[in-house]
């Protein structure tokens, strides 16, 4: 095929960018879209030399027509631009497609931009440089490091614990976080304490205050407070008697500044806490928000890289934000000197922060063109951004320290003197409640009681705390972030329940069997230092092979004595009962498998009795008859709840139990089931599937709807509702 020697080919990872990045780079431009990456380790073996500790890469078997097509399309062509996305893993894919598509005819280039923008796209396309393989060097070093964890350990656990399971380099050591979080809770031994308020009245004002010292020591918060009802009861006689004035009254002004702007971590962690989004939702609606979308029939993106452990801000950015605040708000909001920031210890500094590709794009204007959730985090983002060059905040803070017999009380109040970058962004400042207008001098006690309270443990993980404590041990990257703990919860070793995480019983067991015979490896200080090293890889500081060495030395050494000791953890894994098997009267042995503990039969394999521990030896016998034989169904607890299996042991016939419900389709007789889908959410369908495909995900309630007679209403969080009419019932 001839070569066109005058139009240059991109080629970028997602197809939703080729039509904008066509029109930013005119006609002497065709792009074509790599859908990722293309060649990774092979999937049914290692793929790793334990020798050399060199990879072996194999085209990925979905992506062998996409590969075809890049090579029969790249044939045309002198010259390539790699445009995947600007960080390691991009950098690594970049490598990947030139390694296919190479030919001595043609030249390869590398070109990054940090925002799908008309602007950053050609000055990209103008300042094209080569791959950097330090870059890539580290992303191939992470790479075959999980994989030789992965496929060293997850075998042992198989042999051990129950099929299916998997270690992970950083996965497990974020589960151990779970895990060591939930050991501190259940161990937790709660302490009371009754801390003290009273409420005083000067000329006519009222105002509250907490006891802080007693007898000239301190008597506040969970330490210091009475510890029983008794003292805290002689502590309020005392102050009852007392005569009360205020003895010290300060006021103060201090500056507070606005927050960096965000990075993936903090990003996620506020839109947790501010809209209850998933770390998963925020990174796919930020990923919207990156490719762009269509303004003024150009796909334009709207926010900066989100990929990011960087807060730092491009100098023409910064002067652009100036600007846009001088015009909208006047210099005066203005910070003093334009703000910069620097990334902390550890961060990457690929690309900057996160921030809006145009300030002048504010939340009001693409109102028009974003749905909810996108305008929501965009929003968020702009607000954090255009406060980053704004004054900081002035508040005044007034503390009253009212003292009487050997005894003090403070009360506390804030008000805000100048909103300064608050104006953008009000979510960032909380300040305390206002008091009111005092003066030294007497005051009366109008009130004083003491609140019994308990000492309470740390708090369970979310989503978004996990990755704000993985950031700040340095676990992981802000790429890695949201499939770890994807995987934790598709293993089942941990469960999101009332949106906190709960390690399992298998998560727990696994955990501490890594931990006893990988001390090492799965240390959270190896870890954070292992990333530390990649750090250097890619900066070019050390090679590829002197960071992977460090992993497989201390996995080597410790697979073998944890082969070793085999024989020792297998034993350790059953434990004999006193209960005898229902079936042929053999002893039952607990054991552990991929969904908990289990009570199988000690003459395995000739008994296959098995039940779950915890689950009654004896069904209960239900009114309802085998659809198959005609003989009465047992209702039975199984890893996924409740069903129904035939009495009889030579009918194999199992369904799901009715939940007395008919069904509502017209002309069906069936009832309706509760059922589980593949992620293990709650549904409720027909018991005739696949004949009536009639399904739901709120609880049905056997009522019917007085608005517009549906047979059904189903419960929601806020209410009963009709699912037809969708109107709220009383």
Not at 13 to 30: C, F, I, Q, T
Not at 464 to 475: D, G, Q, R, S, Y
Request: glycine share 6%.
């Amino acid at each position: 095929m001839s070569r066109d020697a005058k139009k240059k080919l991109i080629i970028i990872e997602s197809p939703a960018k080729a039509r904008s990045l066509k029109n930013y780079l005119g006609k002497g431009w065709d792009v074509i879209a790599s859908y990722g990456h293309v060649r990774d380790l092979p999937l049914n073996r290692m793929g790793v030399n334990t020798e050399t500790l060199e990879p072996a890469y194999t085209v990925l078997p979905q992506k062998r027509a996409a590969v075809a097509k890049l090579r029969k399309v790249a044939s045309s062509y002198n010259e390539i631009y790699l445009a995947a996305d600007p960080d390691r893993e991009g950098e690594a894919i970049c490598w990947h497609i030139y390694k296919l598509l190479q030919d001595k005819n043609t030249s390869f280039k590398r070109i990054r931009f940090n925002s799908i923008t008309r602007d950053a796209v050609r000055a990209a396309s103008v300042a094209a440089t080569d791959i950097d393989m330090d870059l890539v060097d580290a992303q191939q070093a992470r790479r075959v490091m999980d994989r030789l964890v992965g496929y060293k350990i997850s075998p042992y656990l198989w042999r051990t614990v129950g099929k299916g399971l998997s270690a992970g380099r950083v996965q497990t050591v974020a589960l151990r976080l779970i895990v060591e979080r939930e050991q501190s809770i259940t161990s937790f031994l709660p302490k009371e304490f009754w801390p003290v308020t009273a409420e005083f009245e000067q000329m006519g004002s009222r105002f509250h205050a907490k006891l802080l010292k007693l007898d000239g020591k301190r008597a506040d918060g969970e330490k210091y407070s009475p510890r029983n009802k008794e003292k805290a009861d002689n502590v309020l006689s005392r102050i009852r008697e007392a005569r009360w004035e205020i003895s010290s009254l300060k006021e103060t002004e201090k500056a507070r500044k606005s927050s960096p702007p965000f990075i993936t971590s903090s990003l996620q962690v506020a839109a947790s806490g501010r809209f209850s989004m998933p770390p998963s939702v925020t990174m796919r609606i930020a990923q919207d928000l990156y490719e762009g979308f269509d303004i003024d029939g150009e796909t334009t993106g709207l926010i900066t890289y989100m990929r990011t452990d960087s807060v730092r801000i491009e100098p023409a950015a910064i002067e652009e934000c100036r600007r846009f605040i001088t015009e909208k708000w006047g210099a005066e909001k203005l910070s003093p000197k334009p703000r910069r920031y620097r990334a902390s210890g550890g961060a990457q500094d690929a690309h900057e922060a996160i921030r809006p590709t145009d300030i002048k794009r504010t939340p009001e204007l693409m109102a028009e063109i974003l749905d909810p959730r996108h305008l929501k985090l965009y929003s968020m983002i702009w607000k954090r951004f255009a406060a980053t060059q704004m004054a900081d905040a002035i508040i005044a803070e007034t503390v009253a320290l009212v003292s009487g017999t050997d005894t003090v009380f403070k009360a506390t109040g804030q008000k805000v003197v100048n909103p300064g970058f608050s104006i953008a962004d009000p979510a960032q400042l909380k300040v305390a409640t206002e008091i009111p207008c005092l003066t030294e001098g007497q005051v009366n006690l109008e009130n004083v009681s003491a609140e019994q309270k308990f000492t309470k443990p740390l708090p369970r993980y979310s989503e978004a705390a996990l990755v704000a404590e993985m950031k700040k041990k340095a676990i992981g990257r802000p790429s890695t972030y949201v499939s770890i703990i994807a995987t934790l919860k598709k293993r089942t070793y941990v469960e999101l329940k009332e949106k906190k995480l709960f390690p399992t019983e298998i998560g727990m067991v696994t955990t501490d069997l890594l931990i006893r015979l990988f001390p090492h490896l799965f240390d959270i200080g190896f870890t954070a230092r292992l990333e530390e090293l990649l750090d250097l890889v890619a900066s070019g500081k050390k090679s590829y092979k002197e960071a992977v060495s460090q992993l497989y030395t201390p996995l080597a050494s410790s697979l073998e004595e944890a082969m070793r000791r085999l024989p020792e953890i297998k034993a350790s894994m059953v434990k004999e009962t006193s209960e005898k098997c229902p079936v042929c009267g053999k002893i039952l042995m607990e054991k552990m498998g991929k969904f908990g503990k289990f009570l199988a039969c000690s003459g395995f394999p000739s008994c296959r009795y098995t039940r779950p521990v915890g689950e009654a030896t004896e069904a209960v016998v239900s009114e309802i008859k085998c659809s198959k034989c005609g003989k009465n169904m047992l209702v039975r607890n199984g890893r996924y709840g409740r069903y129904l299996a035939c009495s009889d042991p030579a009918c194999s016939h199992t369904q799901p139990v009715p939940i007395g419900v008919k069904c509502p389709v017209e002309e069906c007789t069936g009832d309706l089931v509760e059922r589980k889908s593949r992620k293990g959410k709650l549904f409720y369908s027909c018991n005739r599937y696949p004949d009536c495909d009639f399904a739901m995900w709120n609880k049905p309630l056997p009522r019917e709807c007085p608005r517009c007679g549906f047979p059904l209403l189903e419960e929601r969080k806020k209410g009963v509702f009709c699912p037809s009419c969708r109107k709220k019932i009383d």
